[in-house]
C-alpha cells in the first residue's frame, strides 16, 4: 500500500518530502523495522518513541510520522508530524488493513465492571442464532471459533485492525468488544467504525492511571462522544452515570434497567446458585446465571440484541441457553456439598455484588468464606474498601496475595487490614500464599458452606517480582476440597 493512501485520513500538522513509498508494514517498535517500513514514534508513558526515529531509519524505514514539534528533520524520506501519533497510528493500522470495521457490526463494551461478561454473553448469543460472531476480550480472542490469546483488555490498534480484517475475511458479521479506558485514552480505537456503544457502570477503578474519578468518568464519555449518528448508545440507568455518557453523544439514545421505565426492563422473580427466573420486557425466561448483577449483564445482552435487528423470540431463546462466563461467578459443589466460587472481583463496588448475591442465594444458611487480595502496583485506595465490604458480608476472611507484582504482599496486607473494622479482626485471617490460603478456607468450609475466591477469576497466572508462576483458582479449589 503508498504511503499516501495510508495516510488520507490522517489530520497532517506539517510533511517534509514528497515522496509516496510504498509501505511493507506499519511499526512503533524501532527494533521491528524493516525495510520499507513506515515507523511512527509513540511519546510512551515511559519510552519517548522519537528518541528511535535515527534507528528506525538505519533499519531502513522508508517513512516516519512524529508528534514532537522539536524533532529535528532527517531529509531523503518523508517525515509527517501529527498533534496525535497514537491517533495517527489507530487511524493508519484502519486505513492499512481496508477499514474491516466498517465491513462488520461492531460494538464496544465498556465501563468498570461487567465489560468481559457482556461481550462473551453477546458473542455466545449470536453464535447461538446461527450468526458468524468474533470476541475481543479480556478473557480471550475468538475468530468465530478460533480461540487466540488475549494480552490486554484492548489490544493495540495494529493488533485489533489485523484481527477485524482476518474476522471479514472470515465472513464474520458481528464482533463484540471490552473497551478499557486505557484504550480510550491511548486513542487505540480512533478510526473504528462502531455501530453500537454499552456503558455498564462505573465505579473506582484505575486510580493509579487517572489522576481522579471525574478524569476516568470523562475518559469514558469520551467513546461514546465520538460515536456517529447511525450507532446506537445503550446505558444501564441503574447507575447515575448512565445519563452522563448520553450528553453530547449523536448515537441513538437507549437504556437499561432493573428499577425505572426506559427501553428495556427486568424483573426477577426467583434466584438460586444455578440460576435465576426473569421477566424481561413482559416476557419470562430463566438463565443460567445467578444475581442481580447477572440480571443486569443478561438483560443488556438483551437489549443490544433487539437494537442489532434479532426477533425477540430468537433472543430470549438464546439467553436462556447462555452459560456463565469464565472466571464470573464461575461455581463449584464438591462431593460434600460445599460450594464454590470463583469470581474476577477486584473493585469495592464488583466485590459488594457478588457478596450480595452470595447472600441471596444462601438459602442453606451456610457460612461465607471469602479468600481475596489486591493487585500489586495498582490504586493503594480501595485495598481498604475493599477489605471493609468482604470482613462486612462474610463470615469469615482471609486476606491474602493477589498479583502482587513488584510489591511486598506484606505491605499490601497491610494496607487492606487498615479497612477491617476492630469488632471484625476475629473474623479476619491474613495468608501471604494463595494457595495456603485456599486450602486453608476448603479446610474450615462445612457442607453448607460457601467459599468465594475473588479477585483473580479467569486469570491462569500469578505474577510476583515480574515472575509469572501457574496458578489456577478454580483447579486450586477442587484439589483442595477433594482432599
Known amino acids: 500500500m503508498q504511503l499516501s493512501e495510508i495516510i488520507a485520513e490522517v489530520e497532517i500538522s506539517s510533511r517534509s518530502g514528497d515522496q509516496d513509498p510504498r509501505i511493507g508494514k506499519i511499526v512503533f517498535d524501532s527494533r521491528q523495522v524493516e525495510e520499507g517500513d513506515l515507523f511512527v514514534a509513540i511519546l510512551g508513558l515511559e519510552v519517548d518513541g522519537h528518541r528511535f526515529i535515527a534507528k528506525a531509519l538505519q533499519s531502513g524505514a522508508a517513512a516516519v510520522v512524529y508528534q514532537d514539534p522539536g524533532q529535528e528533520l532527517i531529509t ?5 508530524q501529527v498533534s496525535s501519533s497514537r491517533k495517527a497510528l489507530a487511524q493508519m493500522a484502519s486505513a492499512y488493513y481496508g477499514h474491516p470495521s466498517r465491513e462488520l457490526s461492531l460494538v464496544g463494551v465498556t465501563g468498570t465492571n461487567g465489560k468481559t461478561t457482556i461481550a462473551s454473553l453477546l458473542y ?9 460472531a468474533g470476541l475481543l476480550s479480556t478473557i480471550q480472542v475468538l475468530v468465530g471459533e478460533e480461540i487466540l490469546p488475549a494480552t490486554h483488555t484492548t489490544p ?3 493488533q485489533i485492525n489485523a484481527l477485524l480484517r482476518k474476522m471479514v475475511d472470515r465472513s464474520i458479521e458481528y464482533c463484540f468488544m471490552e473497551v478499557s479506558s486505557h ?3 491511548q486513542e487505540r480505537i480512533a478510526g473504528l467504525d462502531f455501530n453500537g456503544g454499552i456503558f455498564t457502570n462505573l465505579t473506582r477503578d484505575h486510580l493509579d492511571y487517572h489522576k481522579d474519578f471525574r478524569e476516568y468518568l470523562e475518559v469514558k464519555k469520551r467513546f461514546f462522544d465520538e ?4 450507532a446506537f448508545a445503550l446505558v444501564n440507568l441503574d447507575d447515575k452515570n448512565g445519563k452522563v455518557m448520553l450528553q453530547n453523544c449523536r448515537a441513538a439514545h437507549h437504556a437499561y434497567s432493573l428499577r425505572s421505565l426506559c427501553d428495556f426492563r427486568a424483573k426477577i422473580h426467583e434466584m438460586h446458585l444455578e440460576g435465576s427466573a426473569m421477566e424481561i420486557n413482559g416476557q419470562e425466561v430463566w438463565v443460567k446465571l445467578p444475581g ?21 423470540d430468537e433472543v430470549l431463546s438464546a439467553l436462556s441457553e447462555l452459560n456463565p462466563v469464565k472466571g464470573r461467578f464461575e461455581t463449584f459443589r464438591s462431593e460434600k456439598g460445599t460450594a464454590a466460587i470463583v469470581d474476577y472481583a477486584h473493585t469495592p463496588d464488583a466485590l459488594s455484588n457478588v457478596l450480595g448475591t452470595i447472600r441471596e442465594v444462601n438459602v442453606g444458611g451456610g457460612e461465607i468464606i471469602t479468600v481475596v487480595g489486591a493487585g500489586g502496583n495498582r490504586d493503594r485506595g480501595k485495598r481498604p474498601q475493599m477489605a471493609k465490604i468482604v470482613a462486612e458480608m462474610s463470615h469469615k476472611v482471609i486476606l491474602t496475595s493477589d498479583n502482587p507484582r513488584d510489591e511486598d504482599p506484606e505491605e499490601i496486607l497491610d ?18 500464599s494463595r494457595e495456603e490460603a485456599i486450602r486453608t478456607a476448603c479446610i474450615i468450609a462445612g457442607n453448607k458452606d460457601i467459599i ?8 491462569l497466572t500469578q505474577e510476583i517480582k515480574g515472575e509469572k508462576k501457574v496458578f489456577n483458582d478454580m483447579e486450586m479449589l477442587k484439589q483442595h476440597l477433594k482432599g
Open 76 to 80: 531523503g524520506v518523508p517525515m509527517i
Open 292 to 312: 442481580r448483577f447477572n440480571a443486569e449483564n443478561l438483560l443488556c445482552a438483551y437489549g443490544a440484541s433487539m437494537l442489532l435487528g434479532h426477533h425477540q
Open 227 to 230: 460515536l456517529s449518528e447511525e
Open 156 to 158: 493495540d490498534p495494529l
Open 452 to 459: 468465594l475466591v475473588a479477585g483473580k477469576g479467569h486469570e
Open 415 to 432: 494496607d487492606m487490614m487498615k479497612g477491617v473494622p476492630g469488632s471484625l479482626l476475629d473474623r479476619t485471617m491474613r495468608i501471604v
Open 183 to 185: 484504550a480510550i485514552d
Open 124 to 132: 455466545q448469543m449470536h453464535t447461538l442464532m446461527g450468526f458468524p
